[in-house]
C-alpha cells in the first residue's frame, strides 16, 4: 500500500520564504497504511525515480514540491509508489504577550499559565488549531521538548518562547510569545522597631521606607491609612501593601512593633566589709539593658554587678539599649569602717565614722566606742561620727575599738587608730 499524502511545513528560519526542512519518514506510517513489517520506502525527486533524497532531512526547491516515495516489501519484491507534496505554509499567526508580577523569591522568575497566550495566537485565525509552546524557535520547527503548562521562565525578567500553531498535524504557523516579569516594589519585607511605653501616648513613626520614593507608589496600611507613613504608640504587628500603579505589582511589608521601657529595679543586693565588696542590681523590663556607676555617660557595662567597690556611696545607672528608652538611677550604700582617722583640725579625716553613711543610708547604726581595756567611751551619731574627745577632752592617739550594729541584728566588729 502506497497512499499519497500532502506533507505541510513552516518556513525555516534558515532558509528563503517557501522553502523548509522535511523529515519525510516521520510520516512513514501514513504512506503505509500502517503497514511496518517487511517495509521500506524511498524517495526520489523524479517521477522516473532516478535522484534519490534523503527521507529524513531534505530540503525543498520549490513550494509546493511532489516527490516520490516506493515502497518495497522486501520480502516479496514488490514495489508501488505514491506522490508526497511537500508544502511550506507560508501564513503568519501573532505574536502574544504575557505579563506578571515577580513571585515573593524576587529573582525574576515565576510561573506562566501558557494557555492565557492561546487567544492572542490565534485571533483572527481559521478555527481548529491548536498551540503548543517551545523555548527555541528551532525547537518549535522540529517540533522537540515541548514546553510544560505551566511554565517558569529561565531567563529572568524578559524571556521570548515561540508558539507553534498546528493545524491537522501539520505546522500552520510560528510566532513569538513574549514573558514578562515586572519587580515588585522596592521595600523591604519585614522590620522590627521598638516602642518606649514609658513615654505614652507620644507616637513613633513607622515608614514604608520606598527607595526613592517612587511617585508611582500608592500605599494601604493596616489601620486603613492610605500615606507612606503613620503614627502609632500601640505594641503590635503593622503591615503596609505598596503598589506600583504602572505594573500593578504589590509587595507586603510587615512591620513588628514590639515594646522596650526604661527599667524598673526591684533590689539593689549589696555585699559589703568584706575584701571584695560588689553591688548587684536587680531590674527588670522589656528593654535590653547595661549598668554604670556614679557617672551616667558610663562606661556601661552589660553585667549587673559591680565587684571591688570600694566603701562609700554610688550611683548606680541602668540604661535601656533596645530603642534608648531612657536613664534611670538609684543611690546605693556600701558600708565600710576606717582603720585610722587624724582630728588635727585639719578639715581632713577629723572624725571617725563609718563610710557609706548619711541622712539617707545607715543613719541608724548603733556604734559604740570602746578604749583599748574594753570600756565604752562614746556611742555616736554614724552620720557626725567621733572627734575623739571625751567629755571635751582630747584622748591620746591609741588603738580605739568599735561595735557597729545595723538594723538587721548583723553586728561588726574592729578597730581603728587615733593619730594626732
Known sequence: EANAITIIQCNDNSTAEGLSTFNINANFNTITGGATNNITINYFQDVGLTVPINGDNYNNTSNPQIIYAEVVNTTTGCVNTAEVTLEVSV???????????????????????????????????PTGLTVAYYETYENAFLEINQLPNPYTNSTAYNQTIYARIIQGGSCYAISELSLLVNTLPEVDREEEVFYCTNTFPETITLSADVENNNPNYTYSWSTMAITPEIEVNETGIYTVTVTDNTTLCSKVKTITVSPSNIATIDNIEVID??????????????????????????????????????????????????????????????????????????????????????????????????????????????????????????LPSDDYWFVVTRANGQEYRGHFALIR
Open 91 to 125: 501564513t503568519t499567526a501573532n505574536n502574544a504577550f504575557l505579563e506578571l508580577c515577580d513571585d515573593s523569591v524576587e529573582d525574576g522568575m515565576t510561573m506562566f499559565n501558557l494557555s492565557l497566550a492561546d487567544s492572542q495566537v490565534l485571533m483572527g485565525l
Open 273 to 394: 566589709v568584706t575584701l571584695n565588696n560588689s553591688i548587684t542590681v536587680l531590674a527588670e523590663g522589656d528593654g535590653e539593658y547595661v549598668y554604670a556607676i556614679n557617672n551616667s555617660n558610663g562606661p556601661y557595662q552589660i553585667s549587673n554587678t559591680f565587684q571591688n567597690v570600694e566603701a562609700g556611696i554610688y550611683t548606680i545607672y541602668i540604661k535601656d539599649i533596645k530603642n534608648n528608652c531612657g536613664i534611670i538611677e538609684q543611690a546605693v550604700s556600701v558600708i565600710g569602717f576606717p582603720n585610722v582617722f587624724t582630728p588635727n583640725g585639719d578639715g581632713v579625716h577629723d572624725t571617725w565614722k563609718p563610710y557609706g553613711t548619711s541622712s539617707q543610708f545607715n543613719s541608724g547604726l548603733k556604734i559604740n566606742i570602746f578604749n583599748r581595756y574594753g570600756k565604752i567611751i562614746r556611742s555616736i551619731n554614724p552620720v557626725l561620727g567621733w572627734n575623739g574627745t571625751l567629755n571635751g577632752k582630747l
